[in-house]
């Protein structure tokens, strides 16, 4: 196996492993960004991502002159960058007029800090676009076929590593929400009972009361479950707030 082969496999199975309890998405695509470098026929490679609202962010650069060609990307919304994540497709021009044809405020800016073309592969998993994969070169003229399939074999195993992060942060979100409101339904189940064998009322009875005060005063029933179980709500100020109250029919 060549140094070239070893690298691509270790570049491979570090885009693949998202799973460390400490990823850092920031230095992951700042791993793909300099290992695109260093295993295509390019100069400086630069990666953009979009947030929840779909608005692409300048995410890592290989270097400070892609960095600033992607920045000045978004602030003119011109360039491959950006046509590449609104199709989902890899876009590339064959030459400097071709390029000034589509960008040509973009390619002056290119030319500008030493670079002569440009192009962009999709970071994408089926419908779903995250991003896109900025490439630079010194020289004109596009990427080669080979190289072209492994920097979008790089994007592909890159963009499912952040897909399935971005999953699980919004499953880790999920389950403690979930977490949460179990833990506060068996604080109401437990406050209710306290307050029936206190009172002397129905279960059901019990729980309107409660509910009927957090209402009144405008709190979350959870924290009235709460008081209750630790004694600083007074059973009769419980009772005086339900006279005062509704009468709505309990939902338990």
Same mark, same amino acid.
């Given at each position: ?89 890899? /876009? #590339?021009?064959?030459? *400097?007029?071709?390029? !000034? @044809? ?8 290119? %030319? =500008? ?43 592909? /195993? #890159?963009?499912?590593? *952040?897909?399935?992060? !971005? @999953? ?8 403690? %929400? =979930? ?74």
């Amino acid at each position: 196996m060549t140094s070239r082969e070893e690298l691509l496999a270790a570049t491979f199975v570090d885009l693949a492993d998202t799973l460390v309890a400490d990823f850092d998405v920031i230095d992951f695509l700042h791993t793909l960004a300099t290992r695109s470098v260093e295993l295509l026929d390019a100069d400086a490679a630069g990666i953009m991502l979009a947030d929840h609202d779909g608005g692409l962010h300048v995410m890592a650069s290989s270097a400070e002159e892609a960095r600033l060609l992607e920045l000045y990307e978004l602030q003119n919304n011109e360039g491959p960058c950006l046509d590449c994540f609104r199709s989902g497709r890899p /876009v #590339a021009r064959d030459d *400097l007029p071709a390029m !000034r @044809s589509s960008w040509p405020a973009f390619t002056e800016q290119l %030319q =500008l800090l030493g670079f002569h073309s440009a192009q962009a592969l999709p970071m994408r998993l089926r419908e779903e676009t995250i991003g896109a994969l900025n490439l630079f070169r010194l020289e004109p003229g596009r990427l080669g076929e080979a190289d072209l399939g492994i920097g979008q074999a790089m994007a592909d /195993v #890159a963009t499912v590593g *952040l897909i399935q992060e !971005r @999953s699980l942060a919004a499953s880790e979100l999920l389950a403690t %929400q =979930l977490q949460t409101a179990l833990t506060s339904r068996v604080r109401l189940e437990q406050a209710k009972g306290m307050l029936a064998e206190r009172t002397g009322l129905p279960m059901d009875q019990a729980f309107r009361l409660m509910r009927d005060f957090a209402r009144g005063r405008g709190r979350r029933l959870s924290d009235v479950a709460a008081h209750i179980i630790d004694g600083s709500i007074d059973d009769s100020l419980l009772r005086r707030r339900s006279r005062k109250g509704t009468g709505t029919r309990p939902q338990t």
